[in-house]
């Protein structure tokens, strides 16, 4: 048995100060974003709770599927870097950007290269990123036992009021040969993305913008499962592929506290297996509860994959 953790959307904070150059254009209205709205969501204790159960699970791999920061400063990166390495050594963790690790332009070099070892691939596959290649290529995949998991990049920078994400043809190319040649080799193949990876799963302003055409790659290619987050929402969608049947599931922020609109503070466990020539996946959700500041069993959910 695989036991997988995954979670997202940690928007660590609290914000580091900033010079006015730094803070010009859109990273000045996410930084009153972050001070009017979310500074009162995201709940660093609520996160450390988070953190210490997904510990104690004492899992096997974790995948976090983006927004570490929140308005990609310098010393976001900086502060990302010793959270991940207080989090987990990069060989257990995987992670992939989101849109708000990708705020505005900046170069590989003065953001996510701070984080470039949990993006690093070990299972070379043509089109793929590895040590050693360009820095900012996507997808990586990682080889645990019998399990793939591919990382691919959906944050770009977007308007001041936009926070959609795009995957690109370069990427959904390499995702094509990957996706077929590992389930040629018997994998369980666990997509990562920041993003909701269908068409209408998100507001047209925070959407995937080429969902569709990732839509058409998971259902020509198939994949066991897909994990995303951005919604901050509890989400599972069932995908009919060529290769049978894909879920695709959304986890909410790992630091917020409930409000009217959003759920608490969740992370998801899979437990994956093999047997008798099929593969189980058995999905339990640990949720913040406010009463006792504790974690608690949400649901547990038996993820079928026919095929
Ligand atoms: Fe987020
Ligand atoms: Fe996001």
Redesign the pocket.
Known sequence: MFKLAHL??VHLGPMPAASPVQLAGKRFIGLMSWKFRRRAIHNMDVLNRLVTDIKQANVDHVAFT??LANISLPEEFSRGQRWLSEFGQPDKVSFVP???DAYVKLSWEAGLAKWGDYMVGDLNMPGVRMKGNNAGLFPYVRQRRNIALIGVNS?VPAPWNK?W?HVGQRQLKALTEVLNKLHEKGFYRIVMI??PPLPGLAKDR?ALRDAQDLKLVLEKCGAELVLH????EHMHTELETRTGLAHVVGVPSASALKTEKKPAAAWYQFAIERRSGAWTNTMTIRSYEGQGAKMVNQSQLCLDHRD
């Open positions: 997202s959307d983006g927004d989101g849109n708000h944050g926070a994400g920041h993003h925070k987050g951005h919604n901050h």
